[in-house]
């Protein structure tokens, strides 16, 4: 069983930009598609960003496309969201997951980060 970590959230103004971090531990990490998903208050949770285990193959919401970049290093088993241009609307709790499914909804993830707080204000 893999155990995620998050961590880079943080406050910062509309235009800016913030790294996210997700170090797993416990788990063959290098062979795992990893995925950022973010719930903003009162609502549900929904899929930021994926990536595949080589790192070749990269998804996202169409929200965040040309702002938001999914990376990784195997070698560190660690998964990175760097996010630019931030929005108010990018306010959420982020976290980080294991793809279990198939799709791209959060039911398709699991081994969920206990996730970061990103605020940004307008």
């Known amino acids: 069983q893999v155990q995620l970590v998050e961590s880079g959230g943080g406050l910062v103004q509309a235009g800016g930009s913030l790294r996210l971090s997700c170090a797993a531990s416990?788990?063959?990490?290098?062979?795992?598609?990893m995925g950022w998903l973010r719930q903003a208050p009162g609502k549900e949770r929904e899929f930021v960003s994926g990536i595949n285990w080589s790192g070749d193959t990269t998804y996202y919401a169409d929200s965040v496309k040309g702002r938001f970049t999914i990376s990784r290093e195997n070698a560190k088993n660690t998964v990175y969201l760097q996010m630019n241009s931030l929005k108010p609307e990018d306010t959420a709790v982020y976290y980080c997951a294991v793809r279990l499914g198939v799709g791209l909804s959060p039911s398709d993830f699991g081994s969920w980060g206990q996730g970061t707080q990103v605020t940004v204000s307008s």
């Open positions: 416990g788990g063959t990490f290098r062979m795992l598609v």
